[in-house]
């Protein structure tokens, strides 16, 4: 398959909503003219001449050489990403832990040190506690929230300094801008976690983030039919994680980039949805008897509520976490009593997704380590999707009532 190129998208004059549908579109010559980006299944890509071929090798000239480096495909799916970050280059991966745990062992040696949060996400987590230190890397982990700790434990001499914000499943938020300068100061990288925030309502890079990093498969799809991850940033640094990649492998398939590209055509429309529903939910449940506290950063009592309002472009997101009296007991008995509502590990999709932190953000994790790391046994991780959203407070109604 040829490409020929053509005008980039002018991201400073057209909104999230053109970007998500046009970006990586346009920039190449689609197969016999179609309109939608086709799935390239092809393993390598043949060339009728050795000089061309190897330009390409080299990276003198455009194309493909080998899917497990590049692909049309997938190409298409990191340009529209990369435009929605507002970076200078995206890379891919066969999931979103593939792309954390790449981008971690791109930038580490034994000796350098990590500072971050203790709310991260549980496979983050278990990097942290278990992968890094037997390679002597030193971790440090953090009160989210609690910036003179976080602030002197770099100063104390960081290497990365890793944020997740919102974090999961906590929902606590945490100043990019901020912490980004304190890390500057002694020349460490910043990499942060959008993927719960999305593009839409947050970009890290302009708050002074070196990469942002998102688990695809939850909100960049939207339908729970695509593993993947992606890094943005800037194209020296993306660049050093590609080429970790593509001798390691983590490679995303060019069916599920396909699936990805077609779900975020319809990102801002989802997430502005989300977004408003979220809200309301989190209204409810804050009044509701049986429930003890609500963690979503839209609501005014929520600790971080003022640095989301300037950090996350007037959207707080589809996930929020809430306490149930009587805990994990009485979630059993909630949870399956909801009509619309899946009961799995996943999040960000089109309909709503709900569970306890041991079956799904953090299952790796023991009772011990999820208690140190402040999740209770009765946490609710809510993630709401695009239904009507006064049928699903009229859901969450009729469970209360079988634990009341």
Not at 113 to 128: E, L
Not at 164 to 177: A, L, M, Q, V, Y
Request: glycine fraction near 8%; hydrophobic fraction near 40%; aromatic fraction near 6%.
């Amino acid at each position: 398959m040829q490409f020929k190129g053509m005008a980039m998208l002018d991201k400073k004059q057209i909104g999230k909503s053109t970007q998500s549908i046009w970006s990586g579109e346009q920039e190449h010559e689609l197969y016999e003219r179609s309109t939608q980006v086709p799935v390239v299944h092809s393993v390598s890509f043949a060339y009728k001449d050795i000089d061309t071929w190897h330009k390409v090798a080299l990276e003198e000239a455009e194309g493909h050489i080998y899917s497990r480096n590049t692909n049309p495909t997938v190409r298409a799916f990191e340009d529209k990403v990369k435009e929605l970050e507002s970076a200078q280059a995206a890379t891919s991966f066969a999931s979103g832990m593939a792309a954390i745990s790449n981008t971690l062992a791109t930038f580490l040696k034994p000796g350098d040190r990590v500072v971050s949060i203790k709310d991260s996400y549980g496979g983050t987590n278990v990097i942290f506690n278990e992968f890094l230190p037997p390679l002597n890397i030193i971790v440090s982990l953090c009160e989210t929230g609690d910036y003179e700790q976080i602030e002197a434990e770099i100063a104390k001499g960081c290497t990365l300094l890793y944020l997740e914000t919102p974090t999961n499943p906590t929902i606590k938020i945490t100043d990019i801008k901020r912490l980004s300068a304190a890390a500057k100061k002694v020349g460490a990288l910043v990499v942060v976690d959008n993927t719960f925030a999305t593009p839409i309502n947050q970009n890290p890079l302009l708050l002074g983030a070196d990469i942002t990093l998102h688990s695809a498969s939850k909100y960049l799809g939207g339908h729970a039919d695509a593993l993947g991850g992606v890094i943005c940033g800037n194209k020296d640094l993306v660049k050093k994680v590609y080429h970790y990649r593509e001798i390691n492998g983590a490679t995303l398939a060019p069916m599920d980039a396909y699936s990805l590209l077609r779900g975020m055509k319809t990102l801002k429309l989802r997430v502005e949805r989300q977004n408003e529903s979220a809200l309301k939910i989190a209204n409810f449940l804050e009044n509701h008897p049986l429930v003890e506290q609500v963690n979503y950063p839209g609501l005014e009592s929520h600790p971080g509520h003022q640095i989301a309002k300037v950090q996350m472009n007037g959207g707080y997101g589809g996930m929020l976490s809430f306490s149930v009296k009587g805990g994990l007991e009485s979630i059993k008995k909630f949870l399956p009593k909801l009509k619309y509502a899946h009961m799995a590990a996943n999040l960000g999709c089109v309909e709503t997704v709900v569970g306890p932190p041991l079956t799904t953000s953090h299952v790796e994790c023991s009772a011990e380590e999820r208690k140190a790391a402040g999740i209770p046994e009765g946490l609710v991780r809510y993630s709401t999707g695009i239904e009507d959203v006064e049928d699903l407070i009229d859901d969450l109604k009729q469970a209360f009532t079988h634990i009341s």
